[in-house]
């Protein structure tokens, strides 16, 4: 018997689920997609070639290791700009209304050494 069909027969019998660095190798990714109750869900969310596969199981990502995962970012935070936008419209009003205060400009443009309109001019 050669070598490599000696360690070719213990590995069947080992259970993926106890071998971690099994669920982060790229060359694993198809084996395991058919056997996916014996992935080690913790490093499975590491393997930049499983994201297609972690997609379908978020339920059982690791979301804290999942943030290493660089093809993964995308799980993590999906932004709505434009609700963004809309939450932000009143800071955005209340900010123009500080900044742009005539008080406050006056004494900006008195410590400055300026008269209002000259600082107004610059802007």
């Not at 019998?13 to 669920?23: K, L, T």
């Not at 014996?38 to 804290?64: G, M, P, R």
């Not at 004494?107 to 600082?119: E, F, K, N, P, Y």
Request: proline residues 3%.
């Amino acid at each position: 018997m050669s070598k490599s069909n000696a360690y070719s027969n213990l590995i069947p019998s080992i259970p993926i689920q106890f071998v971690p660095s099994c669920c982060s190798n790229k060359y694993v990714v198809s084996k395991l997609e058919k056997q996916l109750h014996h992935v080690h869900w913790k490093s499975f969310s590491t393997n930049k070639c499983a994201v297609y596969i972690l997609e379908e199981n978020l339920d059982k990502v690791d979301w804290e290791i999942l943030s290493l995962n660089e093809n993964a970012t995308h799980l993590l935070i999906k932004l709505d700009t434009n609700k963004m936008k809309e939450n932000m419209k009143t800071f955005a009003e209340e900010l123009v209304a500080y900044v742009f205060h005539p008080v406050r400009l006056n004494r900006i443009a008195t410590r400055l050494g300026m008269d209002l309109d000259d600082l107004l001019d610059t802007f």
